[in-house]
Antibody
Framework: EVQLVESGGGLVQPGGSLRLSCAAS????????VDWVRQTSGKGLEWVGR??????????EYAASVKGRFTFSRDDSKNSLDLQMNSLKIEDTAVYYC????????????WGQGTMVTVSS | DIVMTQTPLSSPVTLGQPASISCRSS???????????LSWLQQRPGQPPRLLIY???NRFSGVPDRFSGSGAGTDFTLQISRVETEDVGVYYC?????????FGQGTKLEIK
């Protein structure tokens, strides 16, 4: 089955760090673009950023709200990618989804189930 | 950033009746490659979003044909011809023409 599974969410204090993982199965994730999207009850869905495919040198894009604090990385041996979140703020509290982006569709054809990140003291 | 505005934010519908959701973007979604990257997502309660429609009017694999999309430029519409119980959830429009990709606020579809 083609799927994405996120892990690593939890409770962290403001200013702290957390690392999320997105594991792919049923396909080789290095061949695809993968985005992170977060969802809060107050602000709805917010695009976090993109990690392009290996063919595109894993180049990245980040939303302004996370640029300089969040970093994407890939682990081809695990068929997965990570989201390293540093200097976390209360407003980063959200459910974080990884989603496979398909250029020909201009949208996300596969979504993970999401992992909850709570930033609170 | 492109702002996506959906109306209505809530839509009570009778089973078997049609439903329509509008989405307006703050600027044209026509990409330099000629495509318009406007898609519609459905989020059922407790589930992640799911792709319904891509590039304005193309139904994604497995999506029932009661769902259709239309529009151009800055104005887009999602229509459900006959609402079924399984259609309950929140619907989002999304643009991928420009970074950052942005979403509408969501429209909650519920059964009367």
């Amino acid at each position: 089955e083609v799927q994405l599974v996120e892990s690593g969410g939890g409770l962290v204090q403001p200013g702290g760090s957390l690392r999320l993982s997105c594991a792919a199965s049923g396909f080789t994730v290095s061949d695809y673009y993968v985005d992170w999207v977060r969802q809060t009850s107050g602000k709805g869905l917010e695009w976090v950023g993109r990690s392009r495919s290996k063919a595109k040198s894993y180049s990245t894009e980040y939303a302004a709200s996370v640029k300089g604090r969040f970093t994407f990385s890939r682990d081809d041996s695990k068929n997965s990618l990570d989201l390293q979140m540093n200097s976390l703020k209360i407003e980063d509290t959200a459910v974080y989804y990884c989603a496979r982006y398909r250029g020909p569709l201009g949208s996300f054809d596969i979504w993970g189930q999401g992992t909850m990140v709570t930033v609170s003291s | 950033d492109i702002v996506m505005t959906q109306t209505p934010l809530s839509s009570p519908v009778t089973l078997g009746q049609p439903a329509s959701i509008s989405c307006r973007s703050s600027q044209s979604l026509v990409h330099s490659d000629g495509n318009t990257y406007l898609s519609w997502l459905q989020q059922r309660p407790g589930q992640p979003p799911r792709l319904l429609i891509y590039k304005i009017s193309n139904r994604f694999s497995g999506v029932p044909d009661r769902f259709s999309g239309s529009g151009a430029g800055t104005d887009f519409t999602l229509q459900i011809s006959r609402v079924e119980t399984e259609d309950v959830g929140v619907y989002y429009c999304m643009q991928a023409t420009q970074f950052p990709h942005t979403f509408g606020q969501g429209t909650k579809l519920e059964i009367k």
